[in-house]
């Protein structure tokens, strides 16, 4: 059975996984990205995760990145999501230059998520729906009754976390003011809690913390809100038949999932046309969905 090696990289950690065609991963590697370090620093890390789990099987290798991603060169564009350096990289190119003779695709890292769950996860029964990573930063991947996913005319559609919450809100990263990056990330719960109380504490526990802390469970009542908001705008402007929520931040739900349904329900126009359910795939979503592009895209070569 053909084997494929595929590459999930977060503002946090890198995870790679070899997964045959039916989706099973045989191995796994990991490593924390060096975000802050450069895009130098980065390729170097992905192609350690590469060589933990190659062999010479291997049909090609898929990478799912965050930022705005041209697909069709394997580059990220002026929007380089949450690693310093990272806009404009030719990561195909560098990638290449190790593995010269070994297909390299290279897509966004929430539409390789949401087309795992596609293929064998919470969207498997949908028709349509928007799938929003709710992790260091937000990213979304929107999958139409055909089955494609919008990549937009200059690849930056689907850009969920890029969208405005709050008009005139914090500076984003990509330039804007109020971006929703900036109000639902595990960062931006992080930087909250921070401003606050001057205590730097990850937002896995700002989370647990919520049930006895007030400043974080005003934090995640907030965050819940907000989020229960964005979805009525994502439900009426794309119509989908679900909404799938992943990404890191969904480990914590049990502190915010049936907050941000209450919310839903107060501020939506109608709650009973639309689905809203975890990722199944999680952690694995990224990987499995970056081997399958693989598969794809080697298969239309026949």
């Not at 109020?178 to 960062?187: E, I, M, Q, R, T």
């Not at 705008?233 to 969904?250: A, C, R, T, Y």
């Not at 126009?269 to 794809?296: C, E, H, T």
Request: net charge neutral; glycine share 12%; charged share 25%.
């Amino acid at each position: 059975m053909r084997k494929v090696i595929g590459i999930d990289l977060g503002g946090t950690g890198i995870f790679g996984a070899v997964m045959n065609e039916n989706g099973e991963i045989l191995k796994k590697a990991e490593k924390q990205t060096p975000s802050n370090k450069g895009r130098k620093a980065v390729l170097e890390a992905i192609i350690e995760i590469i060589e933990r789990l190659w062999s010479p099987d291997i049909l090609g290798i898929g990478i799912g990145s965050p930022g705005c991603i041209d697909s069709e060169n394997g580059r990220a564009l002026e929007i380089g999501g949450n690693i310093s350096g990272w806009a404009n990289t030719d990561i195909r190119g560098e990638i290449k230059k190790a593995y010269p003779n070994t297909p390299i695709y290279v897509e966004n890292d929430a539409n390789v998520a949401g087309l795992c769950e596609a293929w064998m996860g919470a969207g498997k029964n949908l028709n349509s729906f928007v799938m929003l990573t709710l992790g260091t930063g937000v990213g979304g991947a929107i999958y139409l009754e055909d089955g494609r996913l919008i990549k937009g005319y200059n690849f930056q559609g689907a850009e969920l976390g890029h969208a405005i919450l709050y008009p005139k809100g914090k500076i984003c990263n990509c330039g804007q003011r109020g971006c929703v990056d900036k109000y639902l990330s595990g960062h931006s719960i992080e930087e909250k809690y921070f401003e606050l109380t001057k205590e730097k504490k990850s937002g896995k526990d700002i989370f647990k913390d919520s049930e006895k802390d007030p400043i974080a469970a005003k934090i995640i009542e907030e965050y819940a809100e907000d989020l229960a908001i964005y979805l009525v705008s994502l439900k009426n402007i794309f119509d989908p038949q679900g909404i799938i929520i992943g990404g890191g931040v969904i480990n914590s739900k049990a502190f915010w999932w049936d907050k941000m349904l209450k919310y839903y329900k107060i501020h939506s126009n109608s709650i009973k046309s639309m689905q809203i359910v975890p990722a199944r795939y999680l952690n694995d979503a990224g990987m499995i969905g970056a081997g399958r592009i693989v598969f794809i895209n080697e298969a239309d070569k026949k």
